[in-house]
């Protein structure tokens, strides 16, 4: 399933892919980035293309190409640096993948670029606050989803995080960026959303969003990103020495399967082929009851 062959009707081609699966989708993460926080997802052109091919025939339902790591603490890069790194991986992806390439940008240029690169879903870590008119283009792409962030900024974002009901909260803030994107003219059923976890919260907040996932699906069909991320690190080691990114495969695992169970549309990941087994088992098992 290209997504230049189902560019119009993407979104509801992907919910009905998902009710056929009977399980989440997978978005396979592509980091054409030399300093993602997990280093073994780092690429250049080849290396990312490669990648996104592996991870299709893995059993991938969309590709995610990154250019610009957003780990707390990290600097950001040029639109054009940006643009240098993944626009020719989505070229290429989305003619040789077979699947549909989402674009990982916050930049309304490089977003503007994706659509001609052949990229058919943004995914906007900012939920379309990068500029003014982040909401109008976003609204000419076939899905988008919007993702919750604390503040604009990975470099602070982790430095105090404080809610008072993080569920409540970015469920009001999800529900605002949404009406933003349908204000734009896009059509209801295309967008998702992201609870965000890491961006801008503790372990607790990350734990009581993974509990409250059902909140947000009222929204929009939800997607979750939990792969490998510190508070998996923390819970299987500790607050002071979390297990570093390369031992944290089945948390995350754990994590794809409770999202599972809340009924996610689609978990994004770094490990397609585990996350596909541990889903068709978590289904064989009886799945959502």
Not at 222 to 245: C, D, M, Q, T, Y
């Amino acid at each position: 399933m290209s997504g230049a062959a189902l560019a119009p009707a993407l979104a509801p081609a992907l919910l009905a892919r998902r009710r056929e699966l009977g399980r989440p989708l997978v978005m396979g993460i592509v980091n054409a980035t030399p300093d993602s926080f997990y280093a073994a997802s780092r690429a250049q052109f080849e290396g990312a293309v490669s990648r996104g091919r592996a991870m299709a025939e893995e059993g991938a339902d969309l590709l995610d190409v990154g250019g610009e790591s957003t780990r707390p603490g990290s600097d950001p890069v040029s639109a054009e640096e940006e643009s240098a790194r993944v626009l020719p991986v989505v070229e290429a992806l989305s003619a040789r993948a077979g699947v549909p390439v989402s674009l990982d940008t916050a930049k309304f240029e490089v977003a503007l670029r994706g659509l001609s690169a052949g990229a058919s879903v943004l995914n906007d870590v900012q939920a379309l606050r990068g500029s003014p008119d982040m909401p109008a283009l976003a609204a000419r792409y076939p899905l988008v989803v919007l993702m919750h962030m604390l503040g604009t900024s990975p470099r602070t974002m982790q430095a105090n995080p404080v809610y008072g009901d993080v569920v409540a909260e970015v469920t009001t803030f999800l529900a605002q960026r949404l009406a933003a994107l349908r204000a734009a003219g896009a059509a209801p059923d295309r967008a998702w959303v992201d609870p965000g976890l890491g961006f801008g919260k503790t372990v607790a907040h990350n734990l009581a969003l993974l509990g409250g996932l059902e909140a947000l699906g009222g929204l929009a069909p939800v997607l979750v990103g939990a792969s490998r991320k510190s508070f998996i690190g923390k819970l299987l080691g500790s607050e002071a020495s979390p297990l570093p990114p390369e031992e944290r495969l089945e948390g995350s695992l754990a994590a794809a399967c409770r999202a599972a169970g809340a009924g996610a549309v689609c978990v994004r990941v770094h490990d397609v082929r585990a996350t596909v087994r541990a889903l068709e088992v978590w289904k064989s098992c009886g799945g959502a009851r």
